[in-house]
């Protein structure tokens, strides 16, 4: 008799636990290591937490360099991410290696997505397909030193490219025997310059770096006249050295290079410069044309994902590409928001930090990219062959062309 | 049933005690050493032998491994990039042994006759070896920096010397990265030197003196060949080390590592790439096997060419 009053007992107990898992379902998400990033999400997710009590979500975070190797492995071992963060240039790796699943469109329909947020969403479209939805989005702009334009008597910000190379000139500083001690412009194409070079120069000179297909394009006349501005910086009017301070950003934050090319990640380290600075549209070509180059994380959901925890993982996807959400990330990390009418508000347009950026978004272009590590190599090593071998533009930019293509090649294999 | 028990333990004690003291030391000793053993097979051995079936598939992470011959081999062979690398590989090797070996005998000679400080000095040139590679690469990584913080360059143009490219260089940065890679290792170096100089009984060198002969005659005759058995721990032990160089290179050039153009890049970093950053593990398990062929070759060679004639 007792030991039925206790088998009871322990039934009513399991089915309570289980009623109690049914209710309280968990989602893990899985972003990389960036102290801001990090406070914004967790505070997202107590957001969310707090909206839907059934839910809890387990925020793992890993360094940017292990990330994608962590996402791999997770999925070897058979046990990823629900909601997960990816650059877009990864997107052809994380769905060939089956890392993660498409957005259903019951749940996240194809023309309010195409209507809300900026057109460079179309970068997580695979087919008929999206794999993902961004938070934020990036874009590229020119960061200048008040203080030194001041002591060179500049009044103006460049506007174009002219105006550039002039305000280059006029405030980088050099010691008896030539060498620069204070740079016109940082040169770093391990950084942002290579978006610059391939989004920016390529166009403005008349050219772009694919086709349609996507194979390179950049192996021509415009091609090898944006290489040449590049080099020419430092060969021709050496206003800025490759190396110079280690890196472009720790140049303009020492105060030693008057202007910088950087994206909007970059707001929150310039933040504390001990020097007053401004942030400008990049700079125009002759005819007045311009370009930018817009990139983003997206966040998708794992391929793992099912039934209770997929809806889960649905629900808090849709949290996080909210404007409410845009809105705090904005705030806390500094990036632009995905939806147009989160990011084109009268208060961002006339914010003087903000505007330049978001203005940027309209005219940018996504590369897309099938192994960003690898052709970022391949355009670092096409500006080293200039100006360490002294090997001729054009061989230089054809040797570039074909080694990317070979990489995009690979990728479609 | 509890009878049955009973006869088995007494069969078991009458076998165990029909074994020989020895026998039985050799049993006790194998069962200590068996759990280090199938340690080391299982996590050292096995994923070696795994590494060789790698080589020969083209496992990304992602996909199950299909079996392709010998097709990873020969698309490195036909990498130039490889070519390259290999050579920087034996540049490493074949500069920075002999040189920290000269450079540390020698300290360690003179070092064993001052009597002034000895153990501070000797403290000094022990500590590099002490500090975590990837801070020391940093460091050193400022000290080549050009003007206006680089402080190297600084003492040039300050003596009216042109300033130097070092890690932005094809041709320097290999040496240049050498540089605190050799210094690093010195102390160790040295301390093997000083112990190997002290085990040579003093005796000799008393006979020595009494038989007329001069420091360089000593040296030659009498130090050198009894330092033989520390020369070729030594020799083996840093091309090993120069052979797997890997902390230094990838710290000092960060931005574009083992660059620039690949001048800087040795084997191992090669590896870390093609596994870390393109995944394509089979075909980085390929160049492990070629980096695995000539560990082996040299410490062999090293060992044969160092043997003890007899």
Known sequence: ?413 | MASDTITEGAARGRLWDRFSISTKRVIWAWTFLALPILFYAGIRFYPTLQAFWLSMTDWDLLRPANFIGLANYQKMFADPVFWKVFQNTFLYLLIGTPVSLIVSFLIAYYLDRVRFMHGLIRALYFLPFLTTAAAMGWVWRWFYQPLPIGVINSILSSIGLEQQPFLRSTTQALPTILVPAIWAGLGFQIIIFMAGLRAIPSTFYEAARIDGLGDWAILRKITIPLLKPTTVFIVVFSSIGFLRIFDQVYNMTTNDPGGPLNATKPLVLMIYQTAFSSYQMGYAAAQTVVLFTILLCVSLLQLWVLREKK
């Open chain 1, 1 to 413: 008799m007792r030991n039925k009053a206790k088998l009871a007992g322990l039934a009513a107990g399991i089915s309570f636990l289980a009623l109690g898992s049914a209710q309280a379902v968990e989602i893990e998400y899985w972003q990389y290591v960036f102290e801001t990033r990090v406070q914004a999400m967790d505070q997202l997710i107590a957001n969310f937490e707090a909206a839907n009590p059934d839910i809890t979500v387990k925020h793992t975070t890993f360094p940017y360099a292990d990330y994608q190797t962590r996402v791999v492995a997770a999925k070897v071992a058979g046990q990823g991410p629900d909601v997960v963060q990816l650059f877009y240039g990864w997107l052809d790796t994380f769905v060939s290696g089956g890392l993660i699943q498409p957005l259903d469109p019951a749940v996240f329909p194809h023309d309010a997505i195409e209507a809300d947020f900026f057109p460079i969403v179309s970068a997580m479209k695979r087919g008929e397909d999206y794999y993902g939805l961004p938070t934020a989005v990036r874009s590229l702009a020119l960061f200048y030193n008040k203080a030194l334009f001041d002591e060179a008597g500049i009044a103006n910000p460049p506007a174009n490219l002219d105006e550039m190379l002039a305000a280059a000139e006029a405030t980088t500083k050099r010691d008896g025997a030539g060498n620069i001690t204070s740079a016109g412009i940082t040169m770093d194409m391990a950084g942002q310059d290579h978006h610059w070079w391939r989004e920016v120069l390529v166009r403005q000179n008349g050219g772009v770096p694919y086709d349609d297909a996507g194979n390179v394009a950049y192996n021509d006349a415009a091609g090898a006249a944006a290489l040449k501005f590049y080099t020419d910086l430092q060969t021709e009017q050496k206003v800025g050295v490759v190396g110079f301070m280690d890196e472009g950003q720790a140049a303009f934050r020492a105060g030693l290079a008057a202007m910088t090319i950087d994206g909007t990640f970059r707001l929150g380290a310039f933040g504390s410069n001990p020097f007053e600075w401004g942030v400008v549209e990049l700079p125009a070509d002759a005819n007045g044309m311009r370009s930018n180059y817009s990139s983003y994380f997206a966040n998708a959901i794992g391929a793992t994902a099912e039934g209770e925890k997929k809806v889960a993982a649905e629900k808090f996807l849709a949290y996080i590409s909210s404007p409410e959400a845009m809105e705090i990330w904005l705030n806390v990390v500094g990036e632009l928001p995905a939806r147009r009418d989160v990011a084109m508000t009268d208060a961002n347009l006339a914010d003087p930090i903000r505007a330049p950026f978001l203005k940027g978004l309209e005219y940018a272009h996504t590369t897309k990219f099938v192994d960003e590590a690898g052709q970022r190599q391949v355009a670092v090593d096409m500006v080293n062959r200039v100006l360490l071998e002294n090997q001729a533009i054009e061989d230089s930019l054809a040797q570039a062309a074909q080694a990317e293509q070979a990489i995009i090649d690979a990728a479609a294999k």
